[in-house]
Structure formats: structure tokens, C-alpha cells
């Protein structure tokens, strides 16, 4: 079959039902009603998976291949309303506590960041507090807006409350972009995270800023959030809240590809808008984005 051809599911995997268990799950969760700009980041996991067929099983830099020595599949969309937020997040943590009890890692596509609460809660109820490595332009440790405590700019302050993250091996990296007030960086820091902001690119070598990263996140358990606008918008335009200034596809896969040996147990790739995005730049580099991540999770083999 060419790769064209066929139903999309991520990279051409098979779907869950088609095996009998399954080491890492790609799973969508079509929600984006914690957005607080332009919505329309529930249709991302679809786009993600047209743009995912050109994705191939052997990584040319780890020497692996992808797919071999695991089972890797495509567990299809979580089931998830839009009207009611925190019915939502219930479900999503719900439906991942079922895959994570069956030691099956997962790897999601967004959705909105919101969806980073319940993952993380799965997470953390299977591994412990876990390190979290945060790509994004924006902070995501915010507290309530419009009088809500669960929206996408909050996630890792609720996760920080919650006791689900270790406070002191997480790391924000490819930070910019407007806040209202100086005191958002001490809530961030009590939170538990590091910044490397998205000018550092300029003046800073890959290998040192992934340095910097490994000697942050150690030997935890390491929770990876790719929030895709931490690409600059010529990089990917199809997303929620735009800013300019980002890092570029090259900068940011050069990074992930020098953190292989990190323990990582799960991740998302969230905010992929496909309403605002052209010829799939933005698809393309979030299903790269989720493929990098497999790449980096150990399977029964290492
Ligand atoms: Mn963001
Ligand atoms: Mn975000």
C-alpha cells in the first residue's frame, strides 16, 4: 500500500484493537474548549495523523528503529465533550489511567494545553512525581482566567498543587511573549520550572542548551509537553496563540534528538490549529514532534 493511500492512522500504525497489548499508545484529544484565544485545536489530532504518513520506523541519528522490539499503535481519539471542562478532564484522566494501568505509555496529540492536567495525573499516579519538560512560548503556570482554574495556561500550576510534578527538575524551554506582570515569573519558579527562553537560541549552542536540559531533568521520570507554538509562527502558523520570535523545526528537533538515556514516560504534542495552517507546515512538524517522542521512550528493550 503506499503510504498515501489507506486510512490515517499515526505513522501507518496499527490500531489497538488490532493487537493484543500495546508498549506505547498515540492516542488524539479532541478538546479545545480551555483555549483562550482562537479555538479549533480539537481538529489537531486528525491533521496530525494525515500529516504522520510520511513518517518512517528507523531514526537515521539514534541508529533505532522505532517500532521494533515494542508494540507501537494508535489507540484512535479519546472520548471528550466539549460543554463542560472539568467533566472533561475527568474523562481524558480516566481514559488514561486505563492505558497507563495496562503499562501503556502515551503519547498524546492535542487539543488544547489543558489536556496536560489529567495526562500528567495518569502519569504521576503510575511513576510518581514526575519531571516535566516543557517546549512552549508561554508559561502554562497561570492561575485562573475568566474565573476558571482548569484552562490551557494553567496546567502545570494545577499539576504543581496536585503534587504531580518533582519541583525540582522541571524545565521550560523556547519561553516568550507577553505577560501582564513580573510576579507571573516567581508563581513559574515556585512551580518547580527552569526557563530557557527562545532568544538563548541565539547566542547559545544546541549541544549546551541540551546540556543544560539533561542536567535538569537527571535520572527522574520525564514527562515531555510540546505545546507547538514554541515554534516560531513561519515554523508553525496553525495554532492557538501566536508569537513571534520562536525557535525553528531545525533548533528544536537538534535539541530533542541530543536527550536520548532520558527515562521518558509519556508526552503530548498539543495546540496543532489546522483551520490556521497552510500546505501542513504546522501537521508536519507536530507529527515529527510526537515521532521524535516515541524515539525517546524506552521499550522492553531499552
Ligand atoms: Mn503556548
Ligand atoms: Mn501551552
Given amino acids: 500500500m503506499p503510504r498515501y493511500a489507506g486510512i490515517a492512522t499515526f505513522a501507518l500504525l496499527p490500531q489497538i484493537h488490532e493487537v493484543e497489548r500495546a508498549d506505547i499508545a498515540v492516542v488524539g484529544i479532541p478538546f479545545d474548549s480551555g483555549t483562550s484565544f482562537r479555538p479549533g485545536a480539537r481538529f489537531g489530532p486528525a491533521h496530525i495523523r494525515e500529516n504522520s504518513r510520511q513518517l518512517h520506523p528507523y531514526h537515521q541519528i539514534h541508529e533505532t528503529f522505532l517500532f521494533e522490539g515494542r508494540q507501537v499503535v494508535d489507540a484512535g481519539d479519546f472520548r471528550v465533550g466539549p460543554y463542560d471542562i472539568e467533566a472533561a478532564v475527568a474523562s481524558i484522566e480516566a481514559q488514561a489511567r486505563a492505558l497507563v494501568e495496562q503499562d501503556t505509555a502515551i503519547v498524546a496529540l492535542g487539543g488544547d494545553h489543558t489536556v496536560a492536567l489529567p495526562l500528567l495525573r495518569a502519569a504521576a499516579a503510575k511513576h510518581?512525581?514526575?519531571?516535566?519538560?516543557?517546549?512552549?512560548?508561554?508559561?502554562?503556570?497561570?492561575?485562573?482566567?475568566?474565573?476558571?482554574?482548569?484552562?490551557?495556561?494553567s496546567p502545570f500550576r494545577r499539576a504543581a498543587e496536585e503534587g504531580l510534578l518533582d519541583l525540582e527538575?522541571?524545565?521550560?524551554?523556547?519561553?516568550?511573549?507577553?505577560?501582564?506582570?513580573?510576579?507571573?515569573?516567581?508563581?513559574?519558579?515556585?512551580?518547580?520550572?527552569?526557563?530557557?527562553?527562545?532568544?538563548?537560541?541565539?547566542?547559545?549552542?544546541?549541544?549546551?542548551?541540551?546540556?543544560?536540559?539533561?542536567?535538569?531533568?537527571?535520572?527522574?521520570?520525564?514527562?515531555?509537553?510540546?505545546?507547538?507554538?514554541?515554534?516560531?509562527?513561519?515554523?508553525?502558523?496553525?495554532?492557538?496563540?501566536?508569537?513571534?520570535?520562536?525557535?525553528?523545526?531545525?533548533?528544536?528537533?537538534?535539541?530533542?534528538?541530543?536527550?536520548?538515556?532520558?527515562?521518558?514516560?509519556?508526552?503530548?504534542?498539543?495546540?496543532?490549529?489546522?483551520?490556521?495552517?497552510?500546505?501542513?507546515?504546522?501537521?508536519?512538524?507536530a507529527a515529527h514532534t510526537a515521532w521524535e517522542l516515541i524515539a525517546l521512550m524506552k521499550g522492553p528493550t531499552g
Avoid: K
Wanted: charged share 25%; hydrophobic share 40%; glycine share 10%.
Fill in 128 to 153: 510518581g512525581p514526575v519531571a516535566v519538560l516543557h517546549f512552549d512560548a508561554h508559561l502554562d503556570t497561570w492561575d485562573t482566567l475568566h474565573g476558571a482554574s482548569i484552562w490551557h495556561g
Fill in 169 to 285: 527538575h522541571c524545565q521550560h524551554v523556547g519561553i516568550r511573549g507577553g505577560i501582564y506582570d513580573p510576579s507571573e515569573l516567581d508563581d513559574d519558579r515556585e512551580a518547580g520550572f527552569q526557563i530557557i527562553r527562545s532568544e538563548e537560541f541565539q547566542r547559545r549552542s544546541v549541544d549546551d542548551i541540551a546540556a543544560q536540559i539533561r542536567e535538569r531533568l537527571a535520572d527522574c521520570p520525564v514527562y515531555i509537553s510540546v505545546d507547538i507554538d514554541v515554534l516560531d509562527p513561519s515554523h508553525a502558523p496553525g495554532t492557538g496563540t501566536p508569537e513571534v520570535a520562536g525557535i525553528s523545526t531545525r533548533e528544536f528537533f537538534s535539541v530533542l534528538r541530543e536527550l536520548r538515556g532520558l527515562d521518558v514516560v509519556g508526552g503530548d504534542v498539543v495546540e496543532t490549529l489546522p483551520a490556521h495552517d497552510h500546505a501542513g507546515i504546522t501537521g508536519l512538524a
